[in-house]
Nanobody, 120 residues
């Protein structure tokens, strides 16, 4: 069984910063790409950022230059540093990882989500 556990969400004022973390645990053979998506009520889940096992990154247009994704492969953990937060960044942030296990092969795993609230 594989689990992704997120932490670091909360309430911050506009212009402030937050750092999200997501740790993968369980019977993991390897982890390929990891990333973050976000969702607000009534809207589709939106790409925030992804990072490959080799460290290549990709960002959604709305967060480029403000957010930074990174990972610690030894800890099976991905981070999202969010700076210059805006009210429109408020959402539930979900961690995702493409993980290979012996039993289930390679598939996507999602975290439970962490709320980010930005006050204006």
């Amino acid at each position: 069984q594989v689990q992704l556990v997120e932490s670091g969400g909360g309430l911050v004022q506009a212009g402030g910063s937050l750092r999200l973390s997501c740790a993968a645990s369980g019977s993991i053979f390897s982890i390929n790409a990891m990333g973050w998506y976000r969702q607000t009520p009534g809207k589709q889940r939106e790409l925030v950022a992804t990072i490959t096992s080799g460290g290549s990154t990709n960002y959604g247009d709305s967060v480029k230059g403000r957010f930074t994704i990174s990972r610690d492969n030894a800890k099976n953990t991905v981070y999202l540093q969010m700076n210059s937060l805006k009210p429109e960044d408020a959402a539930v942030y979900y961690c995702v990882a493409i993980i290979a296990t012996v039993v289930h092969g390679t598939k996507d795993y999602w975290g439970q989500g962490t709320q980010v609230t930005v006050s204006s």
